[in-house]
């Protein structure tokens, strides 16, 4: 079945180029103008992925963001006139799974939905790989795109997730940032390296959450290694 995208821009120019290129690439699209379209058009029918620009009037992206993560782990794509790094640190740090500038490429665009859905949707085969990840009291069965800690369930967007497996894959290593993008990322997306730090920091907090607050620690000059994990 086709992807149901939501695309959020208040430019009706932007919102035909995008909902173009994505249902040129096999998806399905809906278009709103602005961000409280947007959450009432996630309350009749959750999409796939939401296209989410920053810039909105009246009520921006990231406030959409904020109100979505209350209750929803959809992924969520950014968009910003603005190449400014505070906007794409506060945007993934509030949940944000990626981040693109405008002007941009349709065909990037549809190349980072595409990495974000097959992060939250894994293919076929992925699917019928039931077995789990254990390390400590956390414990993470990607079947499911489930995880806990200590029984403590664990809401993880699929970034989120795809990195915290790519630790618990290899317990012992150090992972460079290289490394985590990878595991994230597929390997023809670039991302800063303060975008990996964003969403290491999300990781890390959310653990403390529920009680885990040895999960992620930093290797000074060389990268990230996975905590005792309460073990």
């Known amino acids: 079945m086709p992807h149901n995208i939501l695309v959020a821009d208040d430019d009706p120019h932007i919102r035909e180029i995008i909902c173009f290129a994505l249902e040129k690439a096999g998806m399905k699209t809906a278009a709103v103008a602005d961000g409280a379209a947007a959450l009432q058009a996630v309350e009749r029918r959750a999409p796939d992925l939401i296209v989410l620009d920053i810039g909105m009037p009246e009520m921006?992206?990231?406030e959409v963001c904020r109100r979505l993560r209350q209750k929803s782990d959809v992924p969520v794509l950014f968009l910003s006139a603005r190449d400014e790094e505070i906007d794409r640190i506060l945007g993934l740090e509030m949940g944000g799974d990626d981040y693109v500038t405008k002007p941009f490429s349709p065909r990037e665009l549809v190349a980072r939905v595409n990495v974000i859905l097959r992060r939250a949707r894994p293919v076929v085969e992925e699917m019928a790989d039931d077995r789990a990840f254990a390390h400590g009291k956390l414990i993470l069965v990607p079947a499911s795109h489930a995880a806990s800690f200590d029984g403590r369930p664990l809401t993880l967007t699929a970034i989120e997730f795809a990195i915290l497996k790519g630790f618990l894959a290899r317990p012992l290593h150090v992972l460079g940032r290289d490394a985590v993008m990878a595991n994230a990322y597929a390997s023809n997306i670039h991302v800063s390296e303060r975008t990996v730090d964003s969403?290491?920091?999300?990781?890390?907090?959310?653990?403390?959450?529920?009680?885990?607050?040895?999960?992620?620690?930093?290797?000074h000059g060389v990268g990230f290694r996975l905590g005792r994990c309460g073990g």
């Open 60 to 62: 921006d992206g990231l």
């Open 199 to 219: 969403h290491i920091r999300n990781v890390r907090a959310k653990l403390a959450a529920v009680g885990c607050a040895d999960a992620i620690a930093t290797v």
